[in-house]
T-cell receptor
């Protein structure tokens, strides 16, 4: 079972460059999300989606764009990378289909370590 | 205000002993779920255990159990018979079940556990 697949695992960018972090899940989950993890800051939500064609901002959306054209894919775009975006990025998904789906755990990808110089 | 508080930044435990990692939460929603995740040094986020607000019994999963005290709003993780492989960061998280909550998880800042041989 692939679960949540994130690519790349590592990336180095120069300030001002753009890139897309890819995320795909094969569990037919409606909910997908992107987090960044920084030392001492825990996990902070960047953007999330509750279904194809629906996206919304999390706590720290500035500098990032997302789209959700299919249930499976949820790419995260950095339009103009800044050193402050150096972080570890996680994509995660969960099932929303059930009425009681607040009990559905998030399934995480293995993360992308991004460095912006 | 922090909705999830993990008061122990770092913990040490001797191998084969039990350890309790604290988590307190704050919500006025009667429906919610509490989750614990493990993040080893390799970086992946691993779901460990879940407790629902209406669950009558404490959740257990192998060596993991959750000491759920609803009135005190605490959901402490108990790891029995610690193993060296339990050395990791542990995160507590909550999802509120009310309508319109966007199904977002609210995260604590984590507790670093070191298991000594």
């Amino acid at each position: 079972n692939a679960g949540v697949t994130q690519t790349p695992k590592f990336q180095v960018l120069k300030t001002g460059q753009s890139m897309t972090l890819q995320c795909a899940q094969d569990m037919n989950h409606e909910y997908m999300s992107w987090y960044r993890q920084d030392p001492g800051m825990g996990l902070r939500l960047i953007h999330y989606s509750v279904g194809a064609g629906i996206t919304d901002q999390g706590e720290v959306p500035n500098g990032y764009n997302v789209s959700r054209s299919t249930t499976e894919d949820f790419p995260l775009r950095l339009l103009s990378a800044a050193p402050s975006q150096t972080s570890v990025y996680f994509c995660a998904s969960s099932n929303l289909r059930d009425r009681s789906s607040y009990n559905s755990p998030l399934h995480f990808g293995n993360g992308t370590r991004l460095t912006v110089t | 205000a922090q909705k999830i508080t993990q008061t122990q930044p770092g913990m040490f435990v001797q191998e084969k002993e039990a350890v309790t990692l604290d988590c307190t939460y704050d919500t006025s929603d009667p429906s919610y779920g509490l989750f614990w995740y493990k993040q080893p040094s390799s970086g992946e986020m691993i779901f460990l255990i879940y407790q629902g607000s209406y669950d009558q019994q404490n959740a257990t999963e192998g060596r993991y159990s959750l000491n759920f005290q609803k009135a005190r709003k605490s959901a402490n993780l108990v790891i029995s018979a610690s193993q060296l492989g339990d050395s990791a960061m542990y995160f507590c998280a909550m999802r509120e079940g009310g309508a319109g909550n966007n199904r977002k998880l609210i995260w604590g800042l984590g507790t670093s556990l070191a298991v000594n041989p």
